[in-house]
């Protein structure tokens, strides 16, 4: 790389955010932050009942035999899903979300999830962001987007919208654009989310602090 080509320094927050829902919280302190697919192993789920949780969509929360609860996917309708899928079916994009734990980078996208899960309470884990990284770098994947949601007028997607965190570090949106065959976004585009693969079993080595959240309340406090 030229000298003229260095990237700009876009710089991860020192804070990113975990939302879970508060009947989830004795079990995140016990096993720590499981996938949707770490939890099914975890109880032994398996045959129609996991494909349906695990590469359908879910129009409703699923509860769990052991009390967790995971989240509906309501924002990701199939029909719309298919429309900016690239290389994949909704399944195997439901599945590709599934095998993995999420993080926010900011409180703005945090509280727009809150306000879509108002009716329950929920809690707010801030981690320290250098630590994960120096600890699970080599399964962490930055997105440019919600993934989550593909309502309105959705981006496009495929599996290579999870960007490794290496390579992010090289080339920022680079892969993504090459992939999808669309217009590189700026390499000052700040990333949505950061993914893990499958678990974080020690996850409360990296939690900074957490917050218990009303039904309804917002998340306020910035990072300590």
């Known amino acids: 790389m030229r000298p003229n080509d260095r990237l700009p320094p876009v710089f991860l927050p020192r804070c990113i955010y975990h939302l879970a829902d508060a009947a989830n919280w004795v079990s995140i302190q016990h096993y720590g932050l499981l996938s949707t697919s770490a939890l099914l192993d975890l109880l032994g789920v398996q045959g129609r009942e996991r494909k349906q949780i695990e590469q359908q969509h879910r129009t409703q929360q699923v509860n769990l035999a052991n009390g967790v609860i995971i989240r509906d996917q309501k924002p990701m309708p199939p029909t719309t899903l298919e429309r900016c899928l690239c290389g994949m079916t909704s399944s195997e994009w439901y599945a590709l979300l599934n095998a993995r734990v999420f993080f926010w980078l900011d ?58 965190y290496r390579t992010w570090m090289e080339s920022r949106w680079t892969s993504e654009a090459k992939a999808l065959g669309t217009r590189t976004r700026p390499k000052s585009h700040r990333p949505a989310e950061l993914t893990i693969t499958h678990a974080v079993p020690d996850v409360m080595n990296f939690v900074r602090q957490t917050k218990l959240l009303k039904q309804g309340e917002l998340f306020l406090d910035e990072c300590l």
């Open 107 to 164: 409180i703005e996208r945090l509280n727009r999830m809150l306000k879509a899960n108002h009716r329950r309470p929920q809690v707010v884990m801030i981690l320290d962001t250098e630590r994960l990284l120096a600890a699970y770098a080599d399964r962490i994947a930055l997105t440019p987007i919600n993934t989550g949601n593909a309502r309105r007028q959705p981006a496009l997607r495929g599996q290579q919208t999870f960007v490794p």
